[in-house]
Structure formats: structure tokens, C-alpha cells
């Protein structure tokens, strides 16, 4: 126990790693909710000509308006979720490249 404090106190155990995994797992779960609060507050801001001239752009009638709302929003939604988790797993492929490291010069 002494030992994992004075390693701890010296910086040769960092607890980044630890948090980081649990911040990914939070900001999983919140990257949707956020997703759903800007959409909302965009709409809100939306003039209606941009509105109408967003809508007459899709009128080529290969889906119906709602199905692409959603298709692109679940495509969008899991190009988020793959950025946060690629963005994460930098982060701690540098830990690991430094363990190695460490590892390696003793």
C-alpha cells in the first residue's frame, strides 16, 4: 500500500487513465442528450424560409421527410459516438505507449 502511494505521490501511477474511461462512458451517455438539446435550440432559432427552403431541397420524393429526419440523425448520431470513442482511445494509447516505455528504460 505504501508502495502504490509513493508511486502515486511521484507520478509513476497516473489515475488519468481510470478517469478517463469513466468521462467516456458518461459523455456516451450525454453525446445524445446534448445532440437532442442543440437540434432543439437550432430549430427554435430556424426562420421559416430557411425551413421552407430546406424542405422544397428534399422534395425529390425517394423517402418520405420524416424517414430521412431520421436516418440522417442516426447517422449523425453514431459518426458521434464513433469520433467520442476514437477521441478517448488516443488519449489512452498514449498511457499505454508511455507504460511501455517505462517498462522498456528500466
Known amino acids: 500500500m505504501l508502495d502504490f502511494i509513493g508511486d502515486f505521490i511521484r507520478f509513476r501511477i497516473f489515475v488519468t487513465p481510470y478517469f478517463l474511461v469513466a468521462v467516456y462512458y458518461l459523455g456516451a451517455l450525454g453525446v445524445p442528450f446534448f445532440a437532442w438539446y442543440i437540434a432543439f435550440r437550432l430549430k427554435k432559432k430556424e426562420p421559416e424560409w430557411l425551413a421552407a427552403a430546406s424542405r422544397s431541397a428534399w422534395s425529390v420524393k425517394v423517402m ?29 494509447a498514449y498511457f499505454q505507449i508511455r507504460e511501455a516505455m517505462m517498462i522498456l528504460s528500466s
Open 64 to 92: 418520405p421527410y420524416k424517414a430521412r429526419i431520421v436516418t440522417i440523425g442516426l447517422v449523425l448520431f453514431l459518426l458521434m459516438e464513433l469520433f467520442w470513442r476514437m477521441m478517448f482511445e488516443a488519449m489512452l
